[in-house]
């Protein structure tokens, strides 16, 4: 089997963000890891974490501070040519958080799908305009004469999808899914969740996919990065996160998971992990393998003591 | 247990209990009904009594500010020192002045160009401001920074002071009261732009708009500008009766308008000074100016709360 | 469950609307709801699905617009004094006596979002002792000694520098539970918590939940619970009542709802929560959109989603239904009624809930299944 190229690589990427002449926000702090075609990387953390300015930073709405971020085989980190640019903003997109706030009130349905074929100017006729569209509204289960409405006609459930739709239409190679289901209710989030996946096998797209909610990336994604207070304490794959988390953080966030069974719930204690008693310093750490694809942020002793039976 | 009693005694149809629909059908999404955030603040507008009430006088004052001067006999400008001061009457409806000048013509001409100097300075100051703070909002940074310190200085030397200067330098006109009304105004309108984009431009549908590639021009016209401009329409609203009281205000101080020219503030200044001996010189401009200004108020009270309900419902 | 359980809320036939520009809303159409000292219910459901403005109308905090057009929510408790038992219908009495009596004083509220809840302007100490001055009439000294036992009531150490925090100095954990220090402040014999931990982090989450579990044994607190998690739904409650549409569709003690359900929209909620385990292709989804209740609902509102609709469903709305060989499980859905064709739940919810009921057998490790804590 040959080596397949990632449609992404994050290396070593920072997002400082200077509040004042002496503070500094660390964002995000070193964090690397890639996407492979087709696939889903499950990006969680708490709030604070920098889960969203990652996702934000390789999608440049902003500037990093450091580090690379290889997309498609070319470096969109730094200074585009016109060509990286539109490479940039056509073949990667982003589904937002809120469905009150992602779609302009003031623009018809028909219009919020087809901007990004009105800036990149992707259509010959009108009809070929609409014809997009339509297929869009169709593959999101939405129908054509749902067009011609503003977005306070439908419910956040359909207006996740108009947002869907929105990033589809360009055809995107990476699409990053930002907190895209965590303002919905558990019933429309399934819908919103089944429709990635099918869309995601019908194009072979590939998701980055940011959440807090730990039982949906479990679901959804092939890969997990673990991001704690802006560091990518652990990664791996699904199964390899799951079954054998190493990181003290990662163990205390897993035990968090509120399962849907009242018989195991009512006497789970959650494990507790306070980072500033810990005596864990996350920039001392380096990635150490696991195995597999299975990485933890660790000092050699940390790794030591976290991998001991 | 009367719940069961009743289901007891209610008379099924012979189909009822089989199943009502093949699966197919159920993948159905239903919106809600059409309607326009436009229909929902005409709607909530017209509710407003007051507000509906003041279109209608400033509609009839405006109405009236066109057409009576053109209909009537009389001109405005026209001096016959016979008729000094006549009562109001079946000949001259509204009396005249001291140059005997019908007083019914002379009002309206002096609130078409109130009006005319409210609008114009107005327009003015919202191409100006509006520019202005979308500039400033939009690019953020360094230019902001700079933007705001130039409008803070201008804003620093009283506004009666820039205008007394103004007036004494230039000659006084039509021309150079809108330009002085103008200078100072824009101001207002350029704060309340700049603060509408730096929240509007946080909006995730912006930001959206900037991972499609969009560029700045598309950005504030497509996406920042419609979703502020009912802001700025109730700004406009409420900054036109504050010019109109700047122009009378002038014009009071004699620093308006030269004569032969009316204005409502050059209309009250001749009546103040026979105030005591024909006063419906001075009352009749002064009631028209009252309702005009509180017309202007009522209806910028209306729009906000039509346009911007910041009360949700539920 | 308990013999003797002592009723102190009983809410009938509640029905509410909202006036809005697009036509009158009926929010809430018959709710009944019944709360016993001590014990724990949930009302879960989607967004829209009245499980908020029910217990704000209990709150007597419905919005300008809201009314109530018919039923009672009546308040049950002993004299503080002379201990003989007092009735009162909430949506009789007047804003004085809400404020005075009710808001607080007997029922308390944690809202979702700790950051609006509290005042930024004000130090925490100070929102804490307010409300027993204001309703009890304590001295400073009292409250502050009582504020400062609420403090370490709610896990927060250091109390006495804490109480000079202003708000935003705190962590959000931190922030609800200085809410719940406040909302416990005046002795409440009723705790209603409005998703009390959506806004939180999940690892903060399971704190707060345990925090008022604790809490209510030592108070013998009665809470409801509002949320559309499933996984706090599990944590907490004794009784949930799953609404939709304004009205309770599903009623009945945890386990009956989790491992026996009977009502098509409850499977689809169960069904629609992934858990751990999930690895089917496809989640199940409940078709499309909730109905908009400004428009008059003929027949059962779920009826256009439920693909086990019956004809008699276009046409009238369910009664409530007893589940045989129950006395709390109640389902509004013709399929209960003896001439509807047998219908069973989806065959991979029934083996889902069943894995989850033998994983919850007492047998089992009792603490965690995936994980040492």
């Known amino acids: 089997m040959t080596e397949a190229q990632p449609i992404l690589e994050v290396k070593n990427l920072k997002q400082y963000f200077k509040v004042s002449r002496k503070f500094t926000v660390k964002a995000v702090d070193g964090i690397s890891f890639k996407i492979m075609p087709g696939q889903t990387y499950g990006l969680v953390g708490e709030s604070g974490s920098g889960k969203s300015t990652t996702g934000r930073s390789i999608i440049r709405l902003y500037k990093p501070t450091d580090g690379e971020v290889i997309f498609n085989g070319k470096n969109i980190s730094g200074k585009m040519s016109k060509e ?50 339509y297929d869009m509204l169709e593959l999101v289960g939405l129908s054509k004469e749902h067009a011609n409405r503003y977005p306070h006609q439908f419910s956040g459930g359909q207006r996740q999808r108009i947002g869907i739709a929105r990033a589809l239409v360009m055809r995107p190679e990476l699409v990053i899914a930002d907190e895209a289901i965590s303002a919905l209710d558990v019933s429309i989030q399934a819908q919103v969740v089944n429709l990635m996946k099918k869309i995601q096998k019908k194009t072979n797209t590939a998701y980055l996919f940011i959440a807090h909610d730990l039982s949906m990336v479990k679901y959804i994604s092939d890969h997990i990065g673990v991001l704690h207070l802006g560091h990518l304490v652990e990664t791996g794959t699904t199964d390899e996160i799951f079954n054998n988390p190493i990181h003290p953080y990662t163990k205390s966030l897993l035990s968090a998971i509120p399962e849907p069974n009242p018989r195991v719930e009512k006497y789970r204690k959650s494990a507790s992990y306070d980072y500033k008693t810990s005596g864990i310093d996350y920039h001392k750490g380096t990635e150490h393998l696991v195995d597999g694809t299975h990485y933890v942020l660790a000092t050699d002793e940390e790794f030591k003591e976290w991998t001991k039976k | 247990m009367t719940e069961m009693q009743a289901l007891q005694e209610m008379k099924f149809q012979p189909k009822d209990f089989e199943f009502a629909h093949e699966s197919q059908e159920l993948e159905k999404d239903e919106v809600m009904p059409a309607r326009s955030a436009w229909k929902d603040s005409v709607s909530l507008f017209a509710r407003n009594k007051g507000a509906v009430i003041g279109i209608v006088c400033i509609a009839l004052i405006t109405i009236f500010a066109i ?82 310190r130039i409008q803070e200085v201008i804003n620093s030397i009283p506004t009666l002071v820039i205008l007394t200067i103004l007036l004494m330098v230039m000659k006084s006109s039509l021309f150079t009261i809108i330009l002085a009304l103008s200078f100072t105004e824009w101001i207002g309108m350029s704060r309340i732009t700049r603060a509408q984009v730096l929240k509007t431009k946080e909006e ?41 009281f700047y122009e009378a205000y002038l014009s009071f101080v004699g620093l308006g308008l030269p004569i032969p020219e009316a204005s409502l503030g050059t209309l009250i200044n001749d009546g103040f000074n026979t105030l005591t001996i024909y006063p419906f010189q001075m009352i009749i401009p002064v009631v028209v100016f009252s309702i005009l200004m509180l017309s202007f108020n009522l209806v910028g ?6 346009l911007d309900p910041t009360m949700k419902e539920m | 469950m308990k013999e003797n359980r002592e009723r102190i809320l009983k809410i009938r036939d509640l029905n509410i609307s909202f006036k809005t520009t697009g036509g009158k809303v009926h929010a809430v159409r018959g709710v009944n ?22 217990t704000k109308a209990v709150m007597g905090l419905l919005a300008n617009n809201g009314s109530i057009d018919s039923g009672s929510i009546e308040y049950h408790w002993n004299d503080e004094y002379t201990g003989e038992p007092k009735t009162v219908d909430i949506c009789q009495l007047s804003e004085k006596e809400l404020q005075s009596e009710i808001r607080g004083r007997k029922i308390a509220m944690v809202f979702q979002d700790p950051m609006t809840s509290l005042n930024p302007t004000m130090t925490i100490g100070k929102q804490i002792m307010e409300p027993m001055m204001y309703h009890y009439k304590k001295s400073k000294q009292e409250a502050y000694a009582k504020a400062l036992e609420l403090l370490e009531l709610v896990g927060i150490t250091d109390a006495k520098k804490r109480m000079k925090n202003y708000p935003h100095q705190l962590s959000g954990g931190m922030r609800q539970r200085i809410v719940i220090a406040i909302a416990l402040s005046c002795d409440p014999y009723v705790l209603i918590c409005d998703e009390p931990t959506t806004a939180l982090d999940v690892t903060i989450q399971a704190k707060i939940l345990e925090l008022i579990q604790d809490i209510q044994k030592k108070k013998e607190l009665s809470v409801i619970y509002i949320t559309h998690d499933l996984g706090v739904v599990a944590k907490v409650a004794d009784y949930v009542n799953v609404m939709y549409a304004g009205k309770i569709v599903e009623t009945g003690t945890i386990d009956e709802i989790f491992y026996d359900p009977r009502h098509p929209y409850t499977w689809g909620l169960l069904s629609s929560m992934p858990d751990l385990d999930t690895d089917d292709d496809e989640l199940y989804t409940i078709p499309g959109t909730p109905p908009n209740l400004a428009h008059e609902v003929k027949g059962d509102a779920f009826a ?20 045989p060989d129950s006395d709390s499980h109640q389902v509004a859905s013709w399929l209960m009624h003896p001439n509807a064709p047998k219908v069973d739940m989806p065959e991979a919810l029934r083996k889902r809930l069943d894995k989850m009921k033998q994983k919850g057998e007492p047998n089992h490790d009792g603490s965690t299944t995936h994980l040492g804590s």
């Open chain 1, 84 to 133: 990286e640019l539109k490479l940039l903003r056509t073949k990667m997109q982003m589904i937002f958080q809120d469905p009150m706030a992602c779609l302009n009130p003031r623009r018809k349905v028909m219009d919020i799908i087809a901007e990004g074929l009105d800036i990149h100017h992707e259509y010959s006729s009108q009809a070929e305009r609409e014809q997009k569209v």
């Open chain 2, 67 to 148: 057409v009576a001067p053109m209909l009537s006999d009389w001109k405005y400008d026209a001096i016959d020192t016979s008729l000094q001061n006549i009562a109001p009457g079946a000949q001259h409806w509204f009396g005249t002045d001291n140059y005997g000048r019908d007083l019914w013509v002379r009002l309206w001409q002096g609130t078409r160009i109130s009006l005319f100097v409210a609008v114009a300075a107005i327009f003015i100051d919202v191409v100006i401001g509006v520019t202005y703070g979308m500039i400033s909002g939009y690019f953020g940074g360094k230019v902001d920074s700079v933007m705001q």
């Open chain 2, 204 to 244: 995730e549908f912006v930001l959206a708009s900037r991972t499609l590639g969009a560029g700045s021009f598309f950005i504030i016209f497509k996406e920042i500008l419609p979703n502020i401009y009912s802001q700025m329409i109730i700004m406009v609203m409420m900054s036109i009766p504050n010019a109109i």
């Open chain 2, 301 to 306: 009270d209306g729009l906000r709360d039509a």
């Open chain 3, 33 to 54: 709801l019944d709360l016993y000292k001590g014990e724990t219910i949930a009302i879960v459901g989607g967004s829209g699905s009245g499980k908020s403005v029910t």
């Open chain 3, 304 to 323: 256009p989603r439920n693909e086990f609709a019956l004809n008699i469903d276009l046409r009238e709305d369910p009664p409530m239904f007893k589940v």
